[in-house]
């Protein structure tokens, strides 16, 4: 697949963290697809396992939205620069809910085979949602 094919495939794929529909993991996962987030502790293993933590972060953050600032691709690999807003409203790793707006940025890098995400590998700015949400002294 071309560069902007895979640009266009992540960029729908990757909607699934903000008010994305759930149907774009079954539509664009590989079924070998692998999560990775330091905040995760491990990684999220298979298109299940993702919409099932996917439904516990849309519930911890119902009104979540996801803008991509960067989209980057070479090869079979796509590179998106994001901020995620949203309220947090539901416990969610062992965090509980707070009520406060945050807005948190990352940048991950997504690995395709065959018109399919197979390999989400991101870093975000854990420390500094968590300072926002109180979880960590300012």
Known sequence: MSTEENKAIVRRFGQVWGKGSLAMVEEFADPNL??????????????????????????????????????IAEDDKVVIRWTLRGTHERELLGIQPTGKKVAWTGITIYRLARGKVLEERGEEDALGLMRQLGVVPA
């Open 34 to 71: 692998s999560v990775y987030y330091p905040v995760l502790g491990e990684p999220i293993l298979g298109p299940e396992g993702f919409k099932q933590f996917l439904t516990q972060f849309h519930a911890a953050f119902p009104d979540v939205e996801a803008t991509f600032e960067d989209v």
